[in-house]
């Protein structure tokens, strides 16, 4: 069984990992003693991983095309003249 992750996992990770580290460790004790949930850096998270995600997609999209261009000039070319 293969355990790595994908790239849309792993991606996921690093973004969650990295704004955790950035934004979030620096005022975690800050809101454990005022009790708060940081509703701003969870609205924050979502507009990061939006465009993040936003920009994946547009890749995958893009070499999706390019896969179903080059299969299409692939079976034109084997097809026999008429």
Do not use: C, I
């Amino acid at each position: 069984m293969n355990y790595d992750l994908s790239p849309e996992h792993e991606l996921v990770r690093s973004t969650v990992r990295e704004f955790a580290e950035q934004r979030v460790a620096p005022v975690a004790a800050e809101l454990d003693r005022e009790h708060r949930f940081p509703y701003e850096l969870v609205a924050e998270l979502a507009e990061r991983k939006t465009a993040e995600y936003q920009a994946w997609d547009r890749a995958r999209e893009a070499e999706q095309r390019e896969a179903e261009s080059g299969e299409f000039f692939e079976a034109a070319a084997a097809e026999p003249a008429a």
